[in-house]
């Protein structure tokens, strides 16, 4: 029996990227790259002629750029887009608008480099092509009002006899496709009291500054990119930098995080199953471990030691999922304790 393969349009301005992309998704058998268009026009008409289950897609275009023909694709007929774009800080904001256009995942464009650079890049790029083709494609919501913050002195109460034994809560949380949006509905929900969160949001190096710049103007708490020696505290949520790991670590009372180079864990870097374990270990019953929507089962073995180590588990319900991939295969390990839609998080996290 032939298994159907994702069959994909790759639009790019550049021949020698819609070649290299081209070699790297054909080197999977689930994957059929069925044309490759230069420009937004070209991509048109080749959608004319056949619909694709997925489209990679540049930003920066000639004649018409990348968000205006997502905008246009999501409006008349909406195909799950994966945006393929360069590292580039300056290009990181309007990479990140494509989110909000409906986009499903933003990878980076492999580069010319090391046998190992181009090996990570090819799992990376199979595996947001698949996530996107098993996406259910999203309305747009519009970002509700912002309350002002309260002042760091509001939030960073003097420590206390209890947090001296280190019974202050920390919430970790693991995300991949789908999981920038859902993360925005949940940071949102939170109140400027709460206690301190780490994220693990699967992402490419650069885009995350810009994404958690992005949350922080969006939240009642701070959003920043975590750095090695950051503190958690309540009130702030750190996001793994692209292409790091992230690992909750504890000095006495304080929890703080380290950022650390090292292999695909779980075809990713950053990794969720390396956060969720560091948890397990270092706050043990004081952590509340919450999955998100996302493709692949990173996260699943580091949520039951979580789980197995006193913490409060919490997962996302296959309903309000873009990808009900993650959460399902941390249900079945047994690692989950409650099973939730995405609107009713932030309430059991609090």
Do not use: W
Not at 41 to 64: G, H, K, S
Not at 117 to 137: G, N, P
Not at 243 to 257: F, M, P
């Amino acid at each position: 029996m032939t298994i159907q393969r994702i069959r994909v349009l790759i639009v790019d301005d550049s021949a020698v990227v819609r070649q290299t992309l081209t070699q790297v998704l054909s080197s999977d058998p689930a994957i059929e790259v069925i044309a490759t268009a230069g420009d937004p026009f070209a991509a048109a008409d080749r959608i004319a002629e056949q619909v694709p289950d997925v489209i990679t897609l540049d930003i920066e275009m000639p004649r018409m750029d990348g968000l205006t023909f997502l905008k246009q694709i999501m409006s008349q007929h909406p195909i799950p887009v994966v945006i393929c774009s360069s590292l580039a800080d300056e290009g990181a904001q309007s990479t990140l608008r494509a989110l909000d256009y409906g986009a499903v995942e933003i990878i980076a464009k492999p580069k010319l480099g090391t046998k190992q650079f181009l090996e990570d890049s090819r799992i990376t790029l199979c595996e947001a092509v698949k996530a996107a083709a098993a996406t259910r494609l999203r309305n747009i919501q519009q970002s509700r009002p912002v309350e002002p913050k309260l002042s760091a002195d509001a939030i960073l109460s003097p420590a206390t006899h209890a947090m001296a034994e280190t019974t202050e809560k920390v919430v970790v949380i693991g995300a991949s496709t789908g999981g920038t949006e859902a993360l925005r509905t949940l940071l949102e929900a939170l109140p400027a009291d709460t206690p301190g969160i780490v994220i693990v949001q699967h992402m490419p190096e650069l885009f995350t500054r810009a994404f958690a710049n992005r949350l922080d103007s969006l939240c009642s708490i701070t959003v920043k990119e975590a750095e090695t020696n950051d503190t958690v505290i309540r009130g702030r949520a750190l996001i793994a930098p692209g292409n790091h790991h992230l690992l909750l670590k504890r000095s006495g009372a304080r929890y703080y995080v380290e950022i650390k180079d090292g292999p695909l864990v779980c075809r990713h870097r950053p990794s969720v199953d390396v956060l969720f374990r560091s948890a397990a270990r270092y706050a043990g019953r004081n952590a509340v471990g919450v999955i998100l929507t996302g493709m692949g089962d990173d996260g699943a073995r580091g949520m039951l030691e979580m789980k197995q180590a006193g913490a409060f588990t919490i997962a996302q319900d296959e309903a309000t999922c873009v990808v009900f991939g993650m959460p399902k295969e941390a249900i079945k390990l047994g690692g989950v304790e409650k099973v939730i839609p995405l609107q009713a998080v932030a309430r059991s996290i609090l």
